[in-house]
């Protein structure tokens, strides 16, 4: 045991940086939360109040953490996993409906929302078998299995509806391109993306007139050269269209009004501050009246007059904008750059692959979270309801962010067991 | 490079957000504009506007409550127009085009919709204001006019327009502002200064409390009470004295150079201009271009003076030593200055010394001392600059520096003048060309107050105080001290004498023009003058009636008023102007009327039917 410990060694800068963004964010939701209902600093019906319980009973949950053998995480990460799909499906039983989305568990006046935590579960899971001797992730049966770990959770949670949370599992394909899956993989995604928004701007008459033409300029720049068949660029061409025709047909008779309207504000096709894109608008005067450095903490009067709405949650990096201003959002977004950065160059230094995997996908995860949710704040992607992590009020939230990130720290803090 | 990816777009999406964020912080500040629009009201606090009184203390003007129905236009839900159009009793037109212009205005700050309902519509309007978003109704004070005169002096309260809002920043939409007279030459004083309040508003627009505890919030000052130094009885008298005709009074008292009494004809009640008429009546007023009610003629009425400048003629002669009070001057019905035809003089005794020409007003003997001023000097370019250098000396020829918004400068021509005129020096030009400034014909050009203010110096003998109609500022004695300083004339005192002599022999000598109108009790001295004017009827010069002139001072000694009464077309100064006067003077020093006979006469005097001759299209004679 003498010899065990001595090797333990915790990644303080992680640690650190983890602190920094959970009391910033806690001043945050002060301020978004503030009115002048509480009888006492310790009201524990004021969000403050509530979101301090979370934060000191983290603590407690990152000592078990990292008290528990590294060994554990591998070894129980199946059982975790299927644990966590559990949870996930009861909810369609047991769930508790809270603003129309049943991803809630009422235990007491509390609420613990499973997809929170199910995120960790599956980042080790996808270590697990990623990891395993046997996998080979250049083989089609393998990167199947692989998919199907990421998926199903997502495919559970899509209906609950919480389409947002779901998003948040395409981040487990960096992970998997770490470990071997072909670049095609990202460029497919990659266009997928392209022609769906450019089928959204141009309609499909326009977007099969851009793809025809983009094509044909492709194939005579090649022909120039040297003699290239036309068949594969015909079937690029009929497939691209095809996806184009899909994607219209899922926008319009798929997707509900208000996802519709979502993507219509951010590409700029409606205009329309008073009703749909009143939380774009709204979040975007907020964080711009701030300035070079904010009105003052509990100033901002936007914040004040609650016109953003869900300030405390995913709305909650507009009083960052607005009372810290410039200076403070960058901060920020330098903190949780700092963070992912510093999780990756953990992840590369790992011994095991399980570890590496595991490292990758939370970084990966953070940094879907932080890029969805600033860039939905900032008007820069359509509302999307994920949280900020460690930011955002919330105690399931918090914890799952508390349990993904320091079970990599306790796994890193083992890294050197293994020399 | 697999190792690399993530960290790659993770430094990218770093470098877009930190460049998304300085543009909507930083670079776009119309965040910045809208944020306070939108998260903080603002809430002004009239204070009330300051009492006007004259200078017995009597009230002239105060205030009185009134009610605007105001909108703020994104707070308007739909309504049933009709309905409300009916409740507010106006056209479904107007109310879309009062919506458009609020609109326009701002979405988000009160615009007027209704200004200044009555009581009785106040009280069945404001039971049912609740069933209308948006629209609130907000109490204001309005003017409230304790006399039927003097809308001239006092000047009235108009709304701000655009103009106002761009150059003045204090002003926003819908406030009022003093136009025309007092209300405006002192409407910082009188407004005081608005107090202001920010209020916090939540997402639902309604108020949670005050703005940052109330930093940047104001207390309003309220306005001060001002005392001008009109005296009302006289003013009023003075209108009722010009009714039918056109023209006006300005009576100063000359040891001080406080406006005693400023009367412009025709006139209008100032009550005319409060209200939801306002707009009505004040439209009305402008358009009549014939009468011009709004057209200042004792301020803004540019006149040839007539025979009362022969007292500056005499003055100047005198002072230049270009005649003496004994030397008689004959006159054969008029002065031949080798003209067509001769400056014509009316039938007197000949020749006249100094006091006899200026009673019996005889024209050659001013053409001579005239003549033999300007040709004093080697050139008439400095003959003419030397006299109109002490012309100036009693404020002519240029702005008279009063506290009233409106004025003219008059005209004292300069050699320059001539030179334009003439195309010197490829003509040349002589004083026989300019002879008629002598007689206050010509090119001399006053206004009222021009010629009752060189009235007051004369009476002052040799000096003048700048008229001014401030008299004391919130209770106080606090006039600018521009209106204590001492205007010494160019003329030695010596000089004063003789042509004041002159000008008591107007009244007292029994041939004088004035002697009919003598006031028992009170030695008067005064100057007819029976000016002749010109207009243009379809581009053809033609002559009208002249205005009838008059200026007085009393009592000769220790003077306590000096006046002026121009009446337009009213002929002889002797016939309607000198009559005035000498009532105006009674009124004021007696208090009470003795010549009732006089009074009922020019009370009832009308000089309608010589206004309409000009406009009647057919043709007409004059001086009858």
Known sequence: MNTYTRYVKFDWITILLYVLLVGFGWVNIYSASLDNTATSFFDFTQVYAKQLLWIGLSIALVVFILAIDSKFYERFSSIIYLVSLLALVGLFVFGKNINGATSWYAIGSATLQPSEFAKAATALALGKYISDIQTNMKEFGHQLRAFLIIAIPALIIIPQPDPGSALVYAAFIFPMYREGLHFVFLLLGFFAAALFVGTLLLGVPGMAIAIVLTALLIYFFKRRKRKTRWAPYAIAIATCIGFTLSVNYVFNNVFEQRHRDRFNIVLGIEDDSKGIGYNTNQSEIAIGSGGWTGKGWTQGTQTKGNFVPAQQTDYIFTTVGEEWGFVGAMVVVILFVFLIIRLLFLAERQKSQFSRVYGYSVAAILFIHFAVNIGMVTGLLPTVGIPLPFFSYGGSGLWGFTILLFIFVRLDGSNYYYT | ?624
């Open chain 2, 1 to 624: 490079m697999r190792k690399l990816l993530l960290l790659f777009i993770v430094l990218v999406t770093g470098v877009i957000f930190a460049g998304r964020l300085f543009y909507l912080q930083i670079y776009d500040d119309s965040f910045q504009r809208l944020s306070e629009d939108n998260a903080v009201k603002i809430v002004y606090d009239y204070p009330q506007r300051g009492y006007i009184f004259d200078r017995n203390g009597n009230l002239l003007v105060s205030n009185q409550p009134s009610y605007d129905v105001m909108v703020i236009p994104k707070d308007v839900k739909a309504l049933d127009t009709l309905e409300f159009c009916r409740l507010l009793n106006i056209e479904k037109e107007d109310f879309v085009s009062i919506m458009k212009k609020a609109w326009v205005y701002s979405p988000r700050l009160p615009s007027p919709v209704i200004p200044q309902l009555t009581k009785s519509e106040y009280a069945s309007l404001s039971e049912k204001m609740y069933k209308y978003d948006g629209f609130y109704i907000q109490k204001r004070s309005l003017r409230d006019y304790q006399v039927n005169h003097s809308a001239n002096v006092l000047g009235n309260i108009s709304e701000v327009n655009e103009r106002i809002i761009k150059r003045n920043p204090y002003y926003q939409m819908g406030e009022l502002i003093g136009v025309g007279g007092v209300e405006q030459q002192y409407e910082t004083i009188l407004r005081g200064k608005k107090g202001v309040k920010y209020i916090q508003k939540d997402k639902f627009n309604r108020d949670i409390g005050p703005y940052k505890q109330k930093k940047f919030d104001t207390l309003p000052d309220r306005g001060k009470d001002i005392t001008l130094t009109i005296d009302a009885v006289l003013q009023q008298y003075g209108e009722e004295l010009m009714i039918n005709k056109r023209g006006g009074i300005v009576a100063l008292e000359p040891s001080t150079g406080e406006i005693l009494a400023l009367v412009a004809a025709p006139n209008f009640d100032p009550a005319l201009l409060v209200g939801r008429e306002r707009s009505k009546n004040f439209t009305k007023l402008y358009y009549d271009t014939i009468a011009k009610p709004l057209f200042d003629r004792v301020l803004q009425g540019e006149y040839p003076p007539g025979s009362p400048f022969k007292a500056l003629t005499s003055l100047i002669g005198l002072q230049e030593g270009v005649i003496d009070t004994e030397e008689r001057i004959s006159c054969r019905g008029g002065y031949n200055y080798g003209g067509k035809k001769p400056l014509g003089c009316h039938a007197h005794r000949s020749p006249l010394a100094m006091v006899d020409g200026i009673a019996n007003s005889c024209n050659s003997y001013f053409a001579t001392v005239y003549r033999r001023t300007i040709d004093k000097y080697a050139t008439p370019q400095e003959g003419i600059d030397n006299w109109r250098n002490h012309l100036t000396s009693f404020g002519l020829g240029n702005y008279l520096g009063y506290d009233l918004p409106v004025g003219k400068k008059g005209l004292i021509p300069t050699s320059d003048y001539y030179n334009r005129y003439y195309q010197y020096p490829k003509y040349k030009w002589y004083t026989p060309a300019t002879i008629s400034n002598s007689i206050g014909q010509g090119e001399v050009l006053m206004t009222p107050i021009q010629m009752a203010n060189f009235t007051a110096t004369i009476a002052n003998r040799g000096h003048y105080y700048r008229p001014h109609i401030i008299k004391r500022i919130g209770g106080v004695d606090t006039i600018p001290s521009e209106y204590r300083i001492k205007h010494e004339t160019t003329i030695n005192k010596e000089h004063f004498g003789p042509v004041i002599d002159g000008l008591f022999g107007v009244y007292e000598d029994p041939h004088g023009t004035a002697h009919r109108v003598r006031v028992p009790g009170i030695e008067i001295c005064g100057k007819t003058g029976t000016a002749e004017n010109y207009t243009k009827i379809d581009g053809e010069r033609v002559q009208l009636t002249d205005h009838s002139v008059f200026v007085a001072f009393a009592p000769r000694d220790n003077p306590k008023i000096a006046i002026t009464v121009f009446v337009e077309n009213g002929y002889w100064g002797s016939r309607w102007a000198a009559p005035i006067a000498s009532l105006m003077i009674e009124k004021y020093i007696k208090g009470t009327i003795s010549r009732t006979d006089l009074e009922t006469k020019v009370l009832n005097g009308s000089l309608e039917e010589e206004y309409a001759k000009p406009h009647s299209g057919e043709p007409f004679t004059i001086n009858q």
